[in-house]
């Protein structure tokens, strides 16, 4: 017989959070798709929140992100150069499995895209806190973001490192949920992904990445607290 491995959301008394799933692609296209993503079981009060980042030309966005059959809601449009971790979520009820497209808009250099999917339950409707943090290649700079963390609230972080000159290693505030190397056609990129659910209130709480070596790298969070 053979046993599965049962896993635990993350979870504090309030909502509760899940990393899903994370994927990438290096097809070149401004809409990638990626079906059959995991989001979780299916509950009423269920929020889907995907993120999406890859190595472009200044000036790329995001213009929109279908979740899992529903349009997604923006709500972090990374910062840096060519390295945009993007944030999106919507409410998806029902299901355990979705496709993933978010649709960039501008004239990128290569289409590479990762992305990755967390479930919260228990939260309410829209984040109560969030920030970027970006840093160039060659530069020492810590990324750090710092938030507000409401009693049974939860935080998720997502970032992207772009060139050979170093790689993610470990997230401070949040639990590191995956780590990546996504090798496309413009060398090495990783992306890096965590979250935590907060029993008590966190103020000015640090959400940093440390990395080996300085490449160009960017940090999206987001704080969702308690339902009312």
């Known amino acids: 017989m053979t046993l599965l491995p049962v896993f635990s959301p993350s979870t504090a008394g ?3 959070i899940e990393n899903t ?19 979780g079981t299916a509950s009423a009060d269920r929020i889907i929140v995907a993120t999406a980042a890859g190595y472009y030309s200044s ?3 995001c213009g ?7 349009t997604g809601t923006q709500r972090l449009d990374g910062s840096g150069g060519g390295n945009r971790p993007v944030m999106f979520s919507a409410p998806v009820s029902s299901g355990t499995t979705g496709t993933m497209a978010p649709t960039w808009v501008g004239t990128p250099t290569s ?3 990762s992305i990755a999917v967390w479930a919260i339950k228990g939260s309410g409707a829209n984040p109560t806190d ?5 840093a160039a290649q060659g530069s020492s700079t810590l990324l750090s973001v710092t938030v507000d963390v409401p009693a049974g609230g939860v935080v998720v972080a997502y970032a992207i490192c772009f060139n050979v000159a170093g790689t993610p290693n470990s997230f401070v505030g949040v639990d590191q949920d995956f780590v990546t190397a996504t090798t496309g056609t413009d060398g090495q990129t990783f992306h890096a992904g965590g979250s935590k659910a907060y029993a008590a209130s966190q103020t000015d709480l640090d959400i940093t990445l440390a990395n080996t070596g300085t490449p160009e790298r960017a940090l999206s969070v987001a704080v969702w607290g308690p339902a009312a």
């Open 14 to 16: 309030g909502a509760t």
């Open 21 to 39: 799933d994370d994927s990438f692609t290096t097809t070149s296209t401004l809409t990638p798709s990626f079906s059959s993503q995991a989001i």
């Open 59 to 61: 000036g790329m966005t």
């Open 64 to 70: 929109s992100y279908s979740i899992a059959g529903e």
């Open 111 to 113: 289409y590479d895209t």
């Open 130 to 134: 969030s920030g970027v943090a970006y």
